[in-house]
């Protein structure tokens, strides 16, 4: 009898996870399996798991998780090297993107692989249950992209990289931040630590980190943010608004960053680029919530506005690189919760992980699963 390995059902917006068992799956000649070794609950989880839009529901039944790293079980047959050429064996840690560009489409074929309208669907519908990282296994599909992890990195520093790290990466990247710049940072969660760093080494001169929680933006500070302003002590939006104006010469930011997921927080944050600026637009993946805007602040002001959503694929060679460089000057390791959960706890990880709940928000970082 095939061997089986756990993996977590999602039951779907509201009901939490089951565990299952399924085959462990022999690769394909171009795939690979791979043991996760840590998977991350990210504020996208968090969304699904809650219910934020009714499309959620339609990924119940399936193994989710999407933020991971873990070490090849089982190497395709035609599979020796990683995509950049080095050597890849049994036993070697890795780091892949989640999603899936189809090769099928008008993105795709001008590379835009970040942009490919299938890249998302194709995510529930691998050749085995192993889908998602709340499991034992992970299958990596066929002709995948797949990066060998150099040593001196830890799993906690490598697991937010396919999500958060890259995420944030391709964003500012996107966005046109250039040395010097003012970056405003709304949310000091996993995406918004990880923004403040990627900013300050891609040459930001000044960052401000915006979230409601002490905590958090004390971290942020340990990430490079230069100034911070508390939601708790400055409630009122207009006083925020005038507080960044005050830190950026009365201009407003060169490159405001949306990381927190609340639409309302969009409209606030486009009022605090500068004239010419641009705001990047990353945290709201719920479909169906909007918020009230005037566009003429748009056109007046000359602003931009650049939404992604994941990758290219390059992007993660290039956030490892930057945890090597980096892995002394940024605490890394503590974005990531001391509080580790066995994937039988999954249901308690994200109880706990809730931030919306009160007095919990505070006490779990980014909780990780260890499968
Ligand atoms: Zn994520
Ligand atoms: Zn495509």
């Not at 500068?274 to 993946?285: H, K, M, Q, S, V």
């Not at 990880?349 to 970082?365: D, I, L, P």
Request: net charge negative.
């Amino acid at each position: 009898m095939a061997e089986t390995a756990k993996a977590a059902v999602f039951k779907g917006p509201g009901q939490g996870y089951e565990i299952q068992e399924f085959e462990i799956p022999d690769p394909d000649p171009g795939a690979i399996v791979i043991k996760v070794a840590m998977a991350g609950v990210c504020g996208s989880d968090l969304h699904i798991w809650r219910g934020d839009s009714p499309v959620f529901a339609a990924m119940a039944g399936g193994v989710v998780g999407h933020e991971m790293t873990g070490r090849v079980a089982k190497l395709g047959s035609n599979i020796t090297t990683d995509s950049l050429g080095q050597p890849l064996a049994e036993g070697d840690r890795v780091c892949y993107a989640y999603f899936y560009p189809c090769h099928r489409c008008y993105q795709c074929n001008k590379g835009e692989y970040a942009a490919c309208p299938a890249k998302l669907a194709a995510m529930a519908a691998g050749p085995s249950p192993f889908n998602g990282a709340y499991g034992t296994y992970y299958y990596l599909r066929s002709g995948h992209w797949v990066f060998k992890v150099p040593d001196e990195l830890s799993d906690e520093m490598v697991t937010p990289v396919n999500c958060a790290l890259s995420q944030v990466t391709y964003g500012l990247q996107q966005a046109g931040l250039q040395m010097g710049d003012t970056f405003v940072a709304q949310g000091a969660g996993g995406l918004g630590m990880n923004a403040c760093a990627v900013a300050k080494e891609m040459g930001a001169g000044l960052v401000i980190a915006i979230d409601g929680l002490a905590d958090r933006l004390e971290m942020a500070k340990q990430f490079g943010a230069d100034e911070t302003i508390n939601i708790s002590e400055v409630p009122d939006v207009a006083a925020r608004v005038q507080k960044v104006m005050e830190l950026t010469g009365g201009r407003g930011a060169d490159v405001v960053g949306e990381f927190v997921g609340i639409p309302q927080a969009v409209s606030e944050g486009l009022q605090m680029v500068r004239g010419g600026g641009t705001y990047l637009e990353i945290g709201n993946i719920s479909f169906g919530n909007t918020m009230e805007f005037d566009p003429s602040s748009l056109v007046w002001g000359s602003k931009t506005i650049v939404g992604v959503v994941m990758y290219d694929p390059w992007v993660i060679p290039q956030a490892l690189n930057f945890l090597v460089r980096t892995k002394n000057k940024y605490p890394h390791e503590e974005v990531v919760s001391h509080d580790k959960y066995p994937l039988e706890d999954i249901n308690r990880a994200f109880e706990e992980a809730e931030w919306q709940k009160e007095g919990v928000g505070t006490k779990v970082r980014r909780a990780v699963i260890i499968p």
